[in-house]
């Protein structure tokens, strides 16, 4: 019987273990997939949680701070702005592999293995794989990122929406690209993010309309046919060298509202909820949410007999006060990036004011964030 068992082992789910076996809890983590893999993501992770992995003796392998934003529209007009609080450049491969190596060294228990359900019956969750081992525990965190047939289990509604998202990534060599900057580049139907990583590679990730994309179907056809319209992604792709393959890529990106709580599961990261990839800021609130939810279960974990309505009431108040409003803000600015005429004007109004570029970000981000 475990204290907690956190179904997935992505940013949330590493983070809460961490944190909860740091405060002496058995913990247990179920994730599909070995370490080190790549993730599709923009690997632009916002200083605001880095004082909080520093408390929890995380050491970030990484040298790379961003500090400025440039930004482009689709026909190449840009700016620079610098960022409010900045970023850390570092790719998934090595972020996750980090958490998980600090979690096993604290003596996190994991297991490799794809969850297939979660019941919960007098008090007592048990979650079963897909090659039925069962596991138990007296509290579950649901941190199995974006979307999972266990969305389906448990009725979200979510699921049965179809997204038009795409996400596609790979990493380049361009050593000229400056490592203090990140990219966002807009194009017909999409942006892609540019920035360094531990490694010296350049991250290029976009998300684009399934829309846009079907018409081609190849992603060297529509980067050379769509994406290099925009002239600052054209050059990068004229003048970097692919490192992967083949790029990764991720279909069916939702961004419909989620609920923290969801049949006594506390869900954290992505699965209860993400925030548009341009705002950058999906890796710092999965590991944000996780330190919300870690810190209501300490305190019920360490009371005789926990309250487990009061708990649940807590956590989705909390994060929807910390989280809502990042949330619509990003829903918003990604309305207007991928509209042309008012990402235009837009453009015109945040270059004769930079100021109100950087009040767009700050709407986007949280405060940093310390135990
Ligand atoms: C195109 C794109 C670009 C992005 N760029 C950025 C960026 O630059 N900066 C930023 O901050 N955020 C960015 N994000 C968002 C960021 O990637 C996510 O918010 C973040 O990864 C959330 O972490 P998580 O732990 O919730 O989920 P994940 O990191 O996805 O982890 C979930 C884990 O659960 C495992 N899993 C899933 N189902 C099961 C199951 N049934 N059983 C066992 N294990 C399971 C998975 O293997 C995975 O390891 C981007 C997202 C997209 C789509």
Redesign the pocket.
Known sequence: MYDVIC???????LTAAIHLRKEGHRVLV????EYPHH????????KEVAPYLNQLGIKLPSDVHIDTLEFSTRNGRSLRVELPLGAIGISRYTLDFTLYKEAVKLGVDFDF????SVDFNMNVFTVQSTSNEQFQARFVIG????R???DKNLSRSFIDKKSPWL?I?AHHSWPEFPEQEVGLHSFKGGYA?LSKTESGAVNF???VTYKSFQKFQDIDQFNERVVAQNPFLSEFLKKSTPLFEKPMS?AQ?SFESKLPVEEHLLM????AG?IH?LC???????IHSAKLASELLHHELTKGIPDRQKLEKEYTKTWKRTFGRRIKAGRYLQRLLLSEGITNNLFSLASSSPILLKKLIRQTHGKPLSL
């Open positions: 179904i997935g082992g992505g940013l949330a789910g179920l994730e599909k997939e993730k599709v993501c923009g690997e632009y992770l916002s293995c794809t969850v297939k941190s199995y990122g974006k999972s047939h266990l996400g990534k993010g990730c976009y998300l991720i990106i954290c990261g992505d699965t993400l990839p950058g800021n999906g890796m710092a609130m999965a």
